[in-house]
Each structure stands twice: as C-alpha cells, then as structure tokens.
C-alpha cells in the first residue's frame, strides 16, 4: 500500500430530525457558523473535494445553511431509520476508487480538521484496520472505515450508527484520542453552554 495514494471520502450526517434539540440543529451556529458547514469545512481541508454531506429532514433549510461550497450531497428519504441509514446511504454514494470513508456527525462542533487529518495519518492503509476517536472512555465518531467495511455499512439501519462494526473481530480497532468529540449538540442547553 505504501506506493498508492489512498483515497478518504469523508462523509458529513447532517439528516437526523434533530428531535431533542427542538428545531433543526445542523443549522444551528457556532462562532457565527453553521454546524453543518463547521463540518464541511474542517473535512475539506483534509479530504478535498472528496466530501459528500447526507441530508434529510428539513433538507432545504440545511441545504441553504451549506452555502455555494456544499460540495457532494446525497438526500436520505429513510433518515427517521437513524444515524445508520444515513452511513448506509453515504457509502452507497461513494465512487468506486475510495479506499475509506471518513464518517463525522455534524453536531460535534469541536472536531477539528487536525484530528481528522490524524485519522487519516494514523490509518496504516489496511483493509481491516478501522481508525476511531477515543473520547469519555469510549470508541466514537469521528470514525474512518475502509474499504471492507463498506458492504457492511451498506447495510445498516436504526439509529446505533455503526458502533458494532467497532467490536466486530473481522476488523482490528484502532483509536485517536480528542476529548473534545464528547461534546456534541442534542440540546439547546448544550448549544449554550458552548458560548
């Protein structure tokens, strides 16, 4: 692997229907931007053009939140199944000469683009080998998958994401640590408590 250069999607969830938050979160602003668009941004400086946004509920409004650089978007009709109907959804989308997907949630607003640029270096490119976050004692988005993980992602539902394709034994686990990816905007208060 080490004379090919990989290529990492990465692949924003920004389609859920925001159901705690009360209205529509991914469109809610941090620091004077959107979360949907703080995503983009630190994934693009990282993967590129190589960045597609899943979104759903509220689709227009989140849409306009994204602005002239929405890049690649993919809509999820089934985004009331969960956060893993909407990964499914994103790796279908994926061309066929990506070698892993990089999933991040929109509502982590403190994820950086130097942590997912971390992922993405710690990765040693194998096929097996999933890099995820490691925050509050536990294994989290942002995660990369590669590329044999794709047809499982292609599976899911529900809203467990793809949490057990961490614990699966076809698959090593490997994690980063970035404590602030344990924040993350469910309600307005924790919006609040951000400023």
């Not at 999820?76 to 989308?93: H, K, M, P």
């Not at 270096?121 to 995660?143: F, H, K, L, Q, R």
Request: with cysteine.
């Amino acid at each position: 692997m080490a004379n090919k250069r990989l290529t990492v999607i990465a692949a924003i969830m920004a389609a859920g229907s925001s159901s705690r938050f009360g209205s529509t979160k991914q469109i809610a602003e941090v620091s004077g931007a959107p979360l949907v668009r703080r995503a983009v941004t630190a994934a693009r400086q990282v993967c590129g053009k190589e960045v597609l946004t899943v979104i759903g509920h509220d689709l227009e409004k989140v849409l306009a939140a994204l602005g002239d650089d929405s890049g690649f978007v993919v809509v999820n009709d089934n985004y009331e199944q969960g956060l893993g109907s909407s990964i499914a959804r994103a790796t279908r989308a994926c061309p066929d000469n990506v070698d892993a997907i990089l999933v991040l949630l929109a509502d982590q607003p403190l994820v950086t683009a130097g942590h997912l640029q971390a992922l993405v270096d710690n990765w040693s490119g194998n096929d097996d080998e999933i890099m995820a976050t490691a925050y509050s004692e536990i294994s989290g988005p942002p995660v990369l998958f590669p590329r044999d993980t794709f047809q499982s992602l292609q599976l899911l539902t529900g809203d467990e994401g793809a949490r057990s394709l961490l614990t699966d034994e076809r698959f090593r686990l490997r994690t980063v640590s970035f404590e602030p990816a344990a924040i993350d905007i469910d309600t307005p208060a924790d919006l609040v408590a951000l400023s």
